[in-house]
């Protein structure tokens, strides 16, 4: 049994001013708690059926530490995809990029963490299906894998429901559904002296031109400040302020 | 020019829910031929929905019967639609399964999906979408290059235009495609399992609080709405160096940086620490009973007020409202 | 500083401001501190220079020098500068120089000590009226004409060397100490001459001597008041009486700007307050004096966040921010402020342990947060250098000590792992931070903490270091920093949540346990288990402080808060004795309201289930009392079997390894030796 964990490092925001808005990226990436209970769902698959966990990543060379804390956590491997050609890369070059990776390490499940915020990594697993042409278990809370099946819960608008599928598959988290565990000394010691592989699109066999030709399909045509905040509105509250608070919720179509 | 568009709608207890009517809206604003796909279970009142429907602006309804409640038929489905006759656009609510239907068709079809959309007009006869980004905080205008345009929706931003007169919409069959994909295999009753709230870093709306909490047990009073927003509960540190909530909730420097759309921050003063975890969030609502509270001079809306009061009357008139 | 005012988070407090002829780059003002940099002559050393050149160079618009003297009998201390004596001048003057290089302005406070002294017997101390300060045994001499006349002349004498030293101002303390306020003081001045009975009398002599500084200033430069707006004591002035001073001192046409300061030598704390006084107490004092008068202000009292100084200046709250300790504990405040760093700023903690403490001894000022203050020529930050080798650095523990070894170190450069066996840093100061009152003193390792991500260290929390496998990570340097644990007896429940970390030093005559029987019992409870959330199986609770500071103390008082009966007993003559004065002073009177009881020259014996046996130092009388808990405070017991094994291994290996024990885990102490000790290797690797 092959598990391959894809996430994503964020740089860390340290120094990011409310009213400048600067991000100070000098401190590196992280893993996010989303992506470190991926880890952790993919270590108790191993731990359940044995085999192997991978973890994979399309970043910069660069943030290819960000990785280390999962290979203390017990991945086995730890892979980067990198290149000059996938700076910028959209939802159909991230899913060929990841699909051809996942070919090449012959992963029999595939997890991913949910996305940070933005839908974009909510496309990114079932893209990944797709191109691998494997069944896609989406918002899951809860993993087994069992006679060569996959099982889940899923989470969704609807309610929490069960699902199962055929191996291999892939596999998407809804958030952060479980702590990561700690690492023990030895651990970290063994995960300090591993090497994290570097893939180019070229050794996977994706020509640069052939990335570049899929081309983006869709553009941003502009792109402005949201109208500024700043402008607040107070009220005191004279036992109706949550009426007020109620109305602004629905004025701005947040509930 | 004439447009045409699909739009992938998924009833709810045999009615299209109003979110799903506002794309139908929006799509119908800037394409002239609009058909909706309608998946259906036995029983479920055609006529009646596809009426619903067509006053919001369907010319053709595609019914399909008995489609497994998974993405990979209705890919399947709207890639053969798409084939026998292209569509400019295809729209979605944003929910689960638009999302596992879309990220496959963008792969099947080569095409672009733009996602969290507020809007869609039609600018010197080009598709723009308009969404706002990153939290809210920026507003971004995005567009296709090719066909179709692949559109999901963040419904609770779109309005429903409701044209009464509009014709009876053409009522078409479609069927069930014979390849429906892998087995995966759905149960479709919800198991009655208590939600799982997903960790800070993803959540939409997080309903914070700080040391003017008290105590512990106002931490409650957080939950309790944050369960009725579908929120998570984040926490500034001196909460967490009480051992009042864990420190995986902790927000800001030396806890988790966090951009929801809505940020409600009550009993927080708003240090710089603080802020640096929470400013990019898109609305934020400050309840403090210091007016000169930092908090204030960040937030959209701020309350000058108790939060122990505050706070259980906004969570009794959500409910109340629902 | 350079001009490069980049963060738009504090347009006034950035903006330059005109005194009289005098314009000040920005809005921060240090203020004035007797330091004890001064020699036991009042000369100020070269350390008071690199002192005051430091808060220059770290950004301070204005630089108030002082308290200085105005004559040998009103010097407060020895070490007071001694403003009126002309060899001081030139001495002075390498001040004035070193901080107009870096732009800031530079004034000197100028205060006669009356019938306050910090000298051991004091020398014959000044007053309006014979009598002591009621909170002193020293009684005073009441001043004659000719002394007065003496008086006036020390103040214009030492006006005319400030000039010549190059100061741009000059300060006239009528604050919380001196004869000034004495005067002013209804109840300090009993005379019925033409110098009391009347408020317009009690402020004549003040102003005499306002007009001789006057006098000597060349006419550009700025004269200010330090004025006490508030005494705080029963018998002392309030607020509209501080007002009115203010007013009389304003309507002379003599004063250009006002220094805000409150509390009296009878209420000590008020005047240097401590984290038990929140911060912002004081804005209402501020606020009042700048409603009333067309002069400048400076705002004073806990003020450390650069949001709230630019709210402050902003709402027309005050047009200067004064920090004293905020500038003590990070000279580079306002720089950072200004270049978008405001989240890099290390804030005081208000413990008064390292500065007030170090000055109320006339020892030279320190401070807990920054080991180099008042030893700048030493142990600055700006003297640290990139190390020529980058050297692989392993530090073990995220308390204070782990942490500052790792920031320093990465700062010059060496890759730096730390290991922190817990989920978070911050090692004891995470428990005493839950102390009632005592919260802020979490703001060291949360500095810490931000530096050392800021520095990209490679953080392991969650994960425990062994000796055994430490030399797989090729090292260049070990820093063993595993703090200290409470001292009992390996049988008792500690142990399972944390190991004895003492027993091979034990084995080795290293360590001792404590011998006391009965502390292995269920009911004894250590300060980790109690701050950390302990259910105690019982109301009464005996803590036996025999530590003095927070440990005890803050603990005691967590447990009263928790609605225990709580008996703190000590075998010195003072519970609670090593705290600093000012905090000490507000224990006690929480103490009284919290009722908790208090037994000072008692020892305890022996410990059974449901009663503790103590015995009365004075008299040896023994006596049983019925407790549920007790929560024995000692010396705390290093964790320094990893350290011990580690050298066996390493002395074993072939390999070169340096190995450092630094902090509690080489003796438990304070935070203050221990950051100082932990700076002080990391320069070194
Ligand atoms: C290096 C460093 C890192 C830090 N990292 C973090 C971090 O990651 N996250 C973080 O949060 N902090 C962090 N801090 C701490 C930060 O500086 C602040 O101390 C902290 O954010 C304050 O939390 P607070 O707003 O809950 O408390 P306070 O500042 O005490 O504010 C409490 C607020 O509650 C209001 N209030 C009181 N009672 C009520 C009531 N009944 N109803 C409504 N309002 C009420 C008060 O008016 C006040 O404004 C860090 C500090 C340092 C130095
Ligand atoms: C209640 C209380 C109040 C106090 N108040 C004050 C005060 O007001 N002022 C003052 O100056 N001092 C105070 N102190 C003392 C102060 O906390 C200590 O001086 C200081 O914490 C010592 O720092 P340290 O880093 O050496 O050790 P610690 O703070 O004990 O930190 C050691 C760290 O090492 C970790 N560790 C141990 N073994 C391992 C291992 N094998 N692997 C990885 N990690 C390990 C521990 O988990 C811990 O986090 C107080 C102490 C207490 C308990
Ligand atoms: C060690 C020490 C000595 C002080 N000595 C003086 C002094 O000589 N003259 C004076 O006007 N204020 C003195 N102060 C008071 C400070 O100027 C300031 O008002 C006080 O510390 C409160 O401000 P802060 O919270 O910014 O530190 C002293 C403060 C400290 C900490
Ligand atoms: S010793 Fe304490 S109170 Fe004094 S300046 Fe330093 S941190 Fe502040």
């Known amino acids: 049994m092959k598990t391959v964990v894809c996430v994503k490092p964020v740089p860390m925001a340290l120094a990011l001013d409310a009213d400048s808005g600067r991000l100070d990226r000098s401190g590196g990436s992280l893993l996010t708690g989303v992506d470190e209970s991926a880890v952790e769902s993919a270590l108790r698959v191993r731990d359940e059926c044995g085999g192997e966990v991978v973890v994979l990543a399309m970043v910069p060379e660069a943030a290819a530490e960000a990785l280390r804390p999962a290979l203390a956590m017990g991945a086995d491997r730890a892979v980067v995809v990198t290149g000059a050609a996938l700076e910028g890369a959209d939802l159909l070059v991230t899913s060929e990029v990841l699909a051809a990776a996942v070919r090449r390490l012959e992963a029999d499940l595939v997890i991913l963490g949910a996305s940070s915020g933005d839908g974009a990594g909510a496309l990114l697993w079932s893209a990944l299906g797709e191109r691998l042409g494997l069944p896609v278990l989406s918002r899951a809370v809860e993993v087994t894998v069992a006679g060569g099946r996959l099982g889940a819960t899923r989470q969704t608008e609807t309610g929490v429901h069960a699902a199962e599928t055929s191996l291999p598959a892939v596999l998407a988290l809804s958030g952060e559904v479980c702590l990561p565990r700690y690492p023990s000394f030895r651990d970290v010691i063994a995960a300090k002296k591993k090497t994290v592989e570097v893939l180019t699109p070229e050794s996977l066999g994706l020509a640069a031109a052939d990335l570049g030709a899929s081309g983006s399909r869709t553009r941003v045509l502009a792109a402005a400040p949201a109208p500024a905040r700043g402008s607040a509105e107070l009220v005191e509250d004279d036992g109706h302020a949550h009426e007020r608070v109620v109305d602004f919720l629905v004025e701005r179509r947040l509930v | 020019m004439s447009r045409r568009a699909l739009v992938v709608v998924e009833p709810r207890s045999g009615r299209v829910p109003a979110g799903q009517l506002g794309v139908l809206s929006a799509a119908a604003r800037v394409c002239d031929a609009v058909e909706v796909l309608l998946p259906v279970a036995d029983g479920d009142p055609v006529e009646e929905l596809a009426g619903e429907l067509g006053r919001h602006g369907a010319g053709t309804v595609r019914v399909v019967t008995g489609l497994p409640a998974t993405s990979a038929p209705r890919v399947a489905v709207v890639a053969a639609l798409h084939a026998a006759e292209p569509y400019d656009l295809v729209a979605f609510e944003n929910s689960s399964l638009s999302a596992d239907v879309a990220g496959a068709l963008a792969v099947r079809l080569g095409a672009g999906v733009c996602w969290d959309l507020s809007g869609l007009d039609d600018v010197d006869g080009e598709l723009v979408g308009r969404r706002l980004a990153l939290a809210d905080s920026t507003s971004v205008d995005v567009g296709w290059v090719g066909g179709p345009a692949l559109a999901i929706f963040r419904t609770a931003a779109l309005d429903t235009v409701l044209n009464p007169a509009g014709d009876a919409p053409r009522v078409v069959p479609v069927q069930v495609p014979a390849e429906t994909g892998p087995d995966v295999v759905l149960d479709e009753t919800p198991s009655g399992a208590d939600v799982v709230r997903s960790g800070l870093d993803t959540a939409d709306i997080v309903v914070a609080g700080g040391r003017g909490l008290g105590s512990q047990e106002n931490i409650a009073l957080l939950e309790e709405l944050a369960s009725v927003l579908g929120g998570v509960v984040g926490v500034s540190m001196p909460v967490v160096d009480r051992g009042w909530y864990p420190y995986a909730h902790q927000v800001g420097q030396t806890g988790r940086t966090v951009r929801p759309r809505l940020y409600l921050a009550c009993g927080i003063s708003g240090a710089v620490q603080h802020r640096v975890g929470m400013s990019r969030s898109g609305t934020v609502i400050a309840i403090n009973t210091d007016p000169q509270a930092p908090i204030f001079d960040l937030c959209d809306l701020g309350v000058i007020g108790d939060l122990t009061e505050v706070v259980p009357r906004i969570t009794a008139l959500l409910r109340e409202r629902s | ?685």
């Open chain 3, 1 to 685: 500083m350079g001009e490069t005012t980049t963060d738009p988070s504090f347009p006034t407090l950035f903006s330059p401001l005109r005194i009289r002829g005098v314009e000040v780059r920005n809005r921060v003002v240090f203020q004035p501190h007797f330091n004890a940099l001064g020699d036991v002559h009042g000369m100020p050393t070269e350390d008071l220079t690199a002192y005051l050149e430091e808060r220059a160079w770290g950004g301070a618009g204005l630089i108030v020098d002082g308290s200085m003297a105005t004559m040998p009998e009103g010097q407060m201390s020895r070490k007071y500068v001694a403003a009126w004596d002309p060899r001081a001048v030139p001495l002075n003057r390498r001040t004035t120089d070193a901080v107009h290089a870096h732009g800031s302005t530079i004034f000197a406070q100028l205060n006669h000590g009356g019938h306050t002294s910090l000298e051991h017997p004091p020398p014959v101390l000044w007053a309006p009226t014979q009598m002591p300060e009621p909170s002193s045994p020293h009684t005073t001499r009441a001043m004659d004409r000719g002394d007065m006349v003496r008086a006036i002349e020390g103040f214009a004498v030492s006006t005319r060397n400030l000039v010549a030293a190059g100061y741009d101002g000059v300060e006239i303390k009528i604050a919380h100490d001196g004869l000034l306020r004495s005067f002013a003081s209804p109840f300090f001045n009993r005379r019925t001459d033409a110098y009391g009975g009347s408020f317009e009398n009690r402020m004549r002599f003040p102003l005499e001597c306002v007009a001789a500084v006057r006098e000597n200033l060349p006419e550009d430069l700025p004269l200010g008041i330090r004025i006490c707006l508030h005494e705080y004591t029963p018998f002392g002035y309030e607020l509209d009486y501080g007002l009115r001073m203010a007013e009389h001192l304003e309507a002379s046409g003599l004063v250009d700007y006002f220094n805000c300061d409150a509390g009296s030598f009878s209420s000590f704390w008020m005047e240097i307050p401590p984290a038990a006084v929140a911060q912002g107490y004081f804005r209402p004092l501020n606020q009042a004096l700048k409603k009333q008068s067309d002069l400048p202000i400076v705002a004073f009292g806990r003020i450390k966040d650069g949001g709230l100084a630019e709210h402050m200046l902003a709402t027309g709250e005050a047009d200067l921010v004064g920090m004293a300790r905020q500038l003590i504990a990070d000279p580079e405040t306002p720089r950072k402020l200004a270049e978008g760093r405001a989240v890099e700023v290390r804030a005081c903690i208000g413990c008064n342990d390292g500065c007030l403490h170090a000055v109320a001894q006339e020892k030279p000022i320190r401070c807990v947060q920054n080991p180099a203050a008042g030893q700048e020529l030493l142990w600055s930050e700006r003297l640290l250098v990139r190390a020529a080798e980058p050297r692989t650095v392993v530090v073990i523990g995220g308390g204070p000590a782990g942490l500052k070894v790792a920031e320093i170190a990465a700062r010059r450069g060496h890759r730096v792992t730390l290991f922190e066996r817990s989920e978070h840093l911050g090692g004891q100061l995470r428990l005493a931070a839950r102390q009632p009152h005592h919260e802020e003193v979490a703001e060291v390792t949360h500095y810490l903490e931000a530096a050392v991500r800021r520095l990209g260290v490679e953080l392991w929390t969650g994960v425990e270091a062994t000796a055994d496998d430490l030399l797989e990570l090729e090292p260049d340097v070990v820093v063993v920093a595993t703090g200290s644990q409470p001292n009992l007896p390996p049988e008792h429940r500690q142990s399972q949540t944390d190991p004895d970390a003492g027993a091979l030093a034990r084995t080795r005559g290293l360590q001792v346990l404590p011998e006391v029987p009965g502390l292995e019992l269920g009911c004894v409870y250590s300060v980790d288990e109690v701050l950390g959330g302990a259910e105690l199986p019982g109301d009464r609770v005996l803590v036996v402080d025999g530590q003095g500071h927070w440990e005890a103390a803050g603990t005691a008082e967590f447990l009263a808060d928790a609605g225990k009966q709580v008996t703190v007993i000590s075998s010195r003559p003072v519970v609670a004795g090593e705290l600093e004065g000012t905090n000490i002073a507000m224990f006690l009177q929480r103490v009284a309201a919290k009722g908790i009881a208090l037994r000072p020259l008692t020892t305890l014996l022996c410990i059974e289930p449901g009663r503790a046996l103590v015995v009365d130092g004075v008299t040896g009388v023994e006596q049983w009392l019925d407790v549920d808990v007790v929560v024995p405070v000692h010396s705390r017991r290093s964790r320094e079997d990893l350290y011990h094994r580690l050298c066996d291994l390493v002395a074993e290996s072939d390999r070169e390894v340096r190995v450092e024990r630094i902090g509690d885990a080489s003796a438990a102490r304070l935070i203050q030796t221990v950051l100082l000790e932990a700076h002080q290797v990391a320069v070194t690797v």
